[in-house]
């Protein structure tokens, strides 16, 4: 199933999704959630990287079926 988004949502869920993970993954760094750090830190790089699997449609173009 391919997720399709425009390019303007797209920004923003890249951005949104890097900085969380980003965040999760310097908690897990600081040991803040004890001896879940090693998941956290695991999900803050899937969340990070979620968005490499997302296409980006052109607004004037339909979506591919």
């Known amino acids: ?3 399709t988004l425009s390019p303007r949502t797209y920004v923003l869920v890249d951005r949104g999704s890097k900085l969380v993970g980003i965040v999760a993954i310097v908690a897990a760094l600081q040991h803040l959630f004890g001896s ?7 999900a803050g790089l899937l969340v990070g990287v979620a968005t490499v699997f997302v296409e ?3 607004e004037n173009e339909p979506a591919e079926a």
């Open 56 to 58: 980006v449609t052109d």
């Open 36 to 42: 879940l750090s090693l998941p956290v830190g695991v």
């Open 1 to 3: 199933m391919a997720v």
